[in-house]
């Protein structure tokens, strides 16, 4: 009667290990299934920028301004299962006028699962004493959450799940009219999580992919602002706030 009991205890746990391994399995393999890849276009032309320099690094995608003059950085998490060259195009100008940009390789292609610090990113330059974080989609909430050692916060199409309404940043959140995933609405629903001085900004003609350069997304709404637009309004937003973001 022993021996069966422990035979039966011992296929329940083999069981539970079985059913544990599949599931990790499943989640990894998840994660590399369906990533979407940077569009060689646009990034072939910001390789060609010669005013940016583009360092492959442990830290990440480094774009520098080509004349090494910088003194504000910003980190930038990549949305979920979206290729981190696919922001290099839209942040390459930013860059060129003097704001080190850091993109970072989230662990499996997700944010969630990276719980690495900001200072691990922020080493990449480690002259560089003001540094704001930013993030697409699921990348801006994982930057909501590393916002606090940060001086700014940037959200391209996302919005935080943590409480920084108390927090002393700036802060720059980017929205898109034809969003259908981050839609302007849910992220006006969050505004209350933010500082009261955070701008938001609804960019006309923006789908949720508007934000890198990494083609349609899935459950998105169809843009009406052409990929060189986009650019440029980003720029326009995005430079004076990383070079002086308010308080």
Not at 18 to 24: D, G, T, W
Not at 55 to 78: C, N
Not at 179 to 196: F, N, V
Request: charged share 20%.
């Amino acid at each position: 009667m022993q021996k069966k009991k422990r035979r039966i205890l011992k296929r329940v746990l083999w069981s539970v290990v079985l059913v544990i391994v599949i599931a990790i399995g499943g989640t990894l393999a998840w994660t590399q299934i369906g990533v979407m890849p940077a569009e060689k276009g646009p990034l072939a032309e910001a390789r060609a920028n010669p005013s940016i320099t583009i360092d492959d690094t442990s830290e990440g995608i480094v774009l520098s301004p080509a004349d090494g003059v910088s003194e504000t950085g910003l980190v930038f998490i990549p949305g979920a299962k979206v290729d981190p060259w696919a922001y290099v195009a839209i942040l390459q100008d930013v860059a060129a006028e003097g704001t080190t940009v850091v993109i970072t390789r989230p662990w499996l292609n997700l944010a969630f699962f990276d719980l690495r610090g900001l200072d691990t990113f922020t080493s990449a330059a480690p002259d560089i004493d003001e540094w704001g974080v930013g993030g697409h989609s699921l990348g801006g909430v994982r930057a909501c959450q590393l916002a606090e050692d940060a001086d700014a916060l940037v959200l391209f199409g996302s919005y935080c799940a943590t409480d920084l309404s108390d927090a002393d940043l700036g802060v720059l959140s980017l929205a898109g009219s034809e969003d259908l995933l981050s839609t302007p609405e849910k992220i006006a629903g969050a505004r209350h999580l933010l500082p009261a001085g955070a701008e938001l900004v609804e960019i006309e003609g923006a789908s949720h992919a508007s934000f890198g350069d990494y083609g349609p997304q899935s459950g998105d709404g169809t843009p009406t602002i052409s990929a060189e637009e986009m650019r440029a309004t980003v720029t326009e937003l995005l430079v004076p706030f990383t070079q002086i973001p308010p308080r």
